[in-house]
């Protein structure tokens, strides 16, 4: 069992950057693929990010690759969704997501979520 918050969404311009960070509880933090997922308003929850227990593999959405990086340090708990050269189409609510075993894109493949954290990018 992990326990996951996020934080650090909020307001930014569109060219703007933002990074959010992933706590997880628990002691198994570094046995995790970890990812990150987004939703907006009417749509349906999408892929962003994923990463490999040993942060040594990672994969992303084409929507966000070249703008995005997700990183993890297995010492504090923590995944990192560094988020530059915003667009408005980049808001929504941003969840990050565990599982045991190999890093997966489908939102079904994850059994642990936090809560969510509102990214919005104004033009």
């Known amino acids: 069992q992990v326990q996951l918050v996020e934080s650090g969404g909020g307001l930014v311009q569109a060219g703007g950057s933002l990074r959010l960070s992933c706590a997880a509880s628990g002691r198994t933090f570094s046995s995790y693929a970890m990812a990150w997922f987004r939703q907006a308003p009417g749509k349906e929850r999408e892929f962003v990010a994923a990463?490999?227990?040993?942060?040594?593999?990672?994969v992303y959405a084409d929507s966000v690759k070249g703008r995005f990086t997700i990183s993890r340090d297995n010492a504090k708990n923590t995944v990192y969704l560094q988020m530059n050269s915003l667009k408005p189409e980049d808001t929504a609510v941003y969840y990050c997501?565990?599982?045991?075993?190999?890093?997966?894109?489908?939102?079904?493949?994850?059994?642990?979520w936090g809560q969510g954290t509102q990214v919005t990018v104004s033009s």
């Open positions: 990463i490999g227990w040993s942060g040594d593999s990672t």
């Open positions: 997501a565990a599982r045991g075993g190999i890093m997966r894109k489908a939102f079904a493949d994850y059994p642990y």
